[in-house]
């Protein structure tokens, strides 16, 4: 008698994330970037400014201090375009409507994005006190941030804008509970509505952001620019093993809509910025943010909410008929 038999394997990990630079180790991004004002946008920034948002839980009542590496432009990591002539400023503001405004959670600093009090701001050029080091803002108390229900939380946003000059910025946070040292808040997290930021120019490195579906999320449309068809971009999530999506050239955009299925909302998607090996792209920025169906910006978090998800993977294994 001949069986048949199957076995099925069904396999689904989370990963915990309590890592907080930003960008994060599991996000595995070299650097933030924005360029001066007067670069070309060929360069790989569409805008020349940069949101990030801070957010402290609600029931954590130490002080707060947030942190940048390398905040000059100039010396070991930024990139030069003829002599360094940029200048950038940091913005920290908290208060009603930091990120409650719906212009400080779009992609374009245009209307009212510097919403909320500004709680601190200072100007970098090429400044050899700064670089490859850090310079920190705080104290701030966790209440000066704008309380948001939704995230059981208080948010302080951070706008990085080149305001002279045509070098590149490059340069990391760290949300920290020292002003000298780089001490995690347990729960803390930091998220965008859009990336700039600069690929490895190792091939074998692949980057990673990870995009929030919440419940009722039927699609999204997911922009890139500036790709310079350095190779591929993949959607992972508990359904998908590695979609691709349609990838920019040199200065222009393009983007793809992908339907929601129904297992991936209340999960993060894991989009996988996979370099190409031959020929070897160096020192390539790019710019993505993500959208659902009515045209709002969805939050990518360097802290995945849910963990990394990983494919689950479905085998059945039979024996062939003898």
């Given at each position: 008698m001949?069986?048949?038999?199957?076995?099925?394997?069904?396999f689904?990990?989370f990963?915990?994330?309590?890592?907080?630079p930003?960008?994060?180790?599991e996000?595995?991004?070299p650097?933030l970037?924005?360029?001066?004002?007067?670069?070309?946008?060929?360069?790989?920034?569409?805008?020349?400014?940069?949101?990030?948002?801070?957010l402290?839980?609600?029931?954590?009542?130490?002080?707060?201090?947030?942190?940048?590496?390398?905040?000059?432009?100039?010396?070991?990591h930024?990139?030069?375009?003829?002599?360094?002539?940029?200048?950038?400023?940091?913005?920290?503001f908290g208060?009603?409507?930091?990120?409650?405004e719906?212009?400080?959670?779009?992609t374009?600093?245009?209307?009212?994005?510097?919403?909320?009090?500004?709680?601190?701001?200072?100007?970098?050029?090429?400044?050899?006190?700064?670089?490859?080091?850090?310079?920190?803002?705080?104290p701030?108390?966790?209440?000066?941030?704008?309380?948001?229900?939704?995230?059981?939380?208080?948010?302080?946003?951070?706008?990085?804008e080149?305001?002279?000059?045509d070098?590149?910025?490059?340069?990391?946070?760290?949300?920290?509970?020292?002003a000298?040292?780089?001490?995690?808040?347990?729960?803390?997290?930091?998220?965008?509505?859009?990336?700039?930021?600069?690929?490895?120019?190792?091939?074998?490195?692949v980057?990673h952001i990870?995009?929030?579906v919440?419940?009722?999320?039927?699609?999204?449309?997911?922009?890139n620019?500036?790709?310079?068809?350095?190779?591929?971009?993949?959607v992972?999530?508990?359904?998908r093993?590695?979609?691709?999506?349609t990838?920019?050239?040199?200065?222009?955009?393009e983007?793809?809509?992908?339907?929601?299925?129904?297992?991936e909302?209340?999960?993060?998607?894991?989009?996988?910025?996979?370099?190409?090996?031959?020929?070897v792209?160096?020192?390539?920025?790019?710019?993505v943010?993500?959208?659902?169906?009515?045209?709002e910006?969805?939050?990518?978090?360097?802290?995945?909410i849910?963990?990394?998800?990983?494919?689950?993977?479905?085998?059945?294994?039979e024996?062939?008929?003898?």
């Amino acid at each position: 008698m001949i069986r048949r038999v199957a076995v099925i394997f069904v396999f689904f990990l989370f990963q915990v994330s309590y890592s907080q630079p930003v960008p994060s180790l599991e996000e595995n991004i070299p650097f933030l970037m924005t360029f001066g004002n007067e670069a070309e946008i060929s360069w790989g920034d569409d805008d020349f400014s940069q949101t990030f948002f801070f957010l402290i839980p609600a029931d954590f009542k130490r002080q707060v201090f947030i942190r940048v590496f390398d905040p000059d432009i100039g010396g070991t990591h930024d990139e030069i375009a003829g002599d360094w002539n940029t200048q950038s400023t940091y913005e920290v503001f908290g208060g009603a409507g930091c990120h409650s405004e719906d212009d400080a959670r779009e992609t374009s600093p245009i209307g009212n994005y510097k919403s909320g009090i500004l709680l601190g701001r200072k100007v970098f050029g090429e400044d050899p006190r700064y670089d490859n080091d850090w310079y920190t803002f705080g104290p701030f108390n966790p209440e000066e941030g704008e309380y948001s229900e939704q995230f059981d939380g208080h948010l302080f946003k951070v706008i990085c804008e080149g305001i002279t000059g045509d070098d590149g910025n490059m340069y990391r946070y760290f949300i920290s509970t020292s002003a000298n040292e780089n001490k995690p808040i347990e729960g803390a997290n930091a998220y965008a509505y859009e990336y700039s930021f600069r690929m490895h120019n190792d091939p074998n490195e692949v980057s990673h952001i990870y995009p929030y579906v919440t419940e009722g999320t039927i699609t999204v449309k997911i922009y890139n620019f500036d790709w310079d068809n350095d190779g591929d971009i993949l959607v992972v999530s508990r359904e998908r093993q590695g979609q691709r999506l349609t990838v920019s050239g040199e200065e222009n955009w393009e983007w793809d809509e992908i339907k929601v299925i129904k297992e991936e909302e209340k999960s993060s998607y894991d989009f996988q910025f996979v370099k190409s090996k031959n020929p070897v792209v160096r020192n390539n920025n790019v710019v993505v943010n993500v959208r659902n169906q009515f045209d709002e910006t969805m939050p990518f978090y360097t802290s995945p909410i849910g963990g990394i998800p990983k494919y689950k993977y479905s085998v059945i294994a039979e024996p062939l008929d003898e």
